[in-house]
């Protein structure tokens, strides 16, 4: 068995979602109710403030993730098919890889987004923030993805950092796919490859395969 798993926004979906916007609301949402966060000199991101309101202020965890949702939903309006996307679904699963969706967002959004876009029957696996006890990049949503496909030859395939810093922590490769190289660099992703076509990955997990270094037996 040969598992790759996907990134949703930006990787498989193109979405308007603006995480930076949306961990602003919920700092301001989060200090209104519990008082200033700590300062320093760059935002804090969603993951780290669900983190401390968790530790801080776990009565306004609920408040926190309703503003999330709400972003979600207005982006998941305006989103589209990522180029390359359905091929590279299928095209996976012709090269004999089994398929996952490893995302931070929730399953509500999620769920409808695979299936306007018609890539919900191409996936053998979705997990997201609902199935998670911590956000990527923490490595907790591979838990979920090996407790279902057990120890094999496995890649993650996205466009950020936050999924590379996650593929590292749970000791997979990451694919990276037109990602920042600044971004990477600064938070020392290494990618195996770097594809700026998302329709060239099963040609690539082939490739892989066959070298030895994603296995030999489908």
């Not at 989060?30 to 935002?43: C, D, K, Q, S, V």
């Not at 991101?45 to 207005?74: F, M, N």
């Not at 920042?180 to 700026?196: G, K, S």
């Not at 997990?205 to 489908?218: E, F, K, R, S, V």
């Amino acid at each position: 068995m040969r598992l790759c798993v996907f990134d949703l926004d930006h990787t498989l979906v193109r979405s308007p979602l603006d995480l930076a916007a949306m961990a602003l609301d919920m700092r301001g949402a989060l200090e209104t109710g519990h008082g200033p966060l700590p300062a320093r000199p760059e935002r804090y991101r969603v993951g780290e403030l669900i983190t401390y309101c968790r530790r801080q202020a776990p009565a306004l965890e609920a408040a926190l993730w309703t503003i999330a949702l709400d972003h979600e939903r207005r982006a998941l309006a305006e989103a589209a098919l990522e180029p390359g996307a359905a091929q590279a679904l299928t095209g996976a699963r012709a090269a004999g890889w089994h398929t996952a969706l490893w995302t931070n967002n929730a399953r509500e959004i999620t769920l409808t987004a695979l299936e306007r876009f018609g890539l919900l029957s191409h996936l053998d696996l979705v997990v997201t923030r609902d199935d998670m006890s911590a956000l990527k990049p923490d490595p907790d949503g591979w838990r979920v993805i090996a407790a279902r496909f057990g120890a094999c030859p496995a890649v993650v395939v996205g466009d950020s950092w936050v999924d590379g810093l996650a593929a590292a922590a749970a000791g997979v490769p990451f694919v990276a796919y037109r990602s920042n190289p600044a971004d990477l660099a600064r938070w020392r992703v290494t990618p195996l490859v770097a594809l700026t076509d998302l329709a060239a990955l099963p040609a690539w997990l082939i490739t892989y395969g066959l070298d030895g270094n994603g296995g030999a037996t489908p």
